[in-house]
């Protein structure tokens, strides 16, 4: 039997089982699971999807809105281990004040956080 053939015989006994009310769900741990499983078989193949810069910046923002949204982010204290990325990079870009206010506005969460970084590094950064 061909692969075609296959997946949608698989396909259409899926939609049977959920519409009888009998699919598998998967918790969220056999979901990561599988999917820690599908990218390393893909990353074996050579057929993973390879980020560009730019994808992997908007992915990381999309998942740090998420994250938020739900109430996990790294700043809510239930994760000491986690690193705050806007107080990481305040602490990098101190060391260089022609770059302070760049890098903090852009690690920073929100627009008015992105404010407060910029006008607190202008306060502070040596006038020209």
Do not use: C
């Not at 698989?10 to 820690?36: M, Y």
């Amino acid at each position: 039997m061909d692969a075609a053939k296959q997946r949608e015989i698989a396909s259409k006994g899926g939609k049977a089982a959920h519409a009888k009310g009998t699919a598998h769900e998967f918790t969220p741990e056999e979901a990561r699971e599988a999917g820690r499983k599908g990218g390393q078989a893909a990353h074996g193949k050579g057929t993973a999807h390879k980020f560009t810069s730019e994808e992997a910046r908007e992915a990381g923002r999309k998942g740090g809105r998420s994250a938020r949204a739900k109430g996990n982010s790294a700043n809510n204290g239930s994760n000491p281990n986690e690193a705050n990325n806007s107080t990481s990079a305040s602490t990098l870009n101190a060391s260089n004040p022609d770059n302070a206010s760049v890098g903090n506005v852009e690690n920073a969460r929100n627009p008015d956080e992105a404010k407060a970084v910029a006008s607190q590094a202008n306060a502070t950064s040596p006038s020209s």
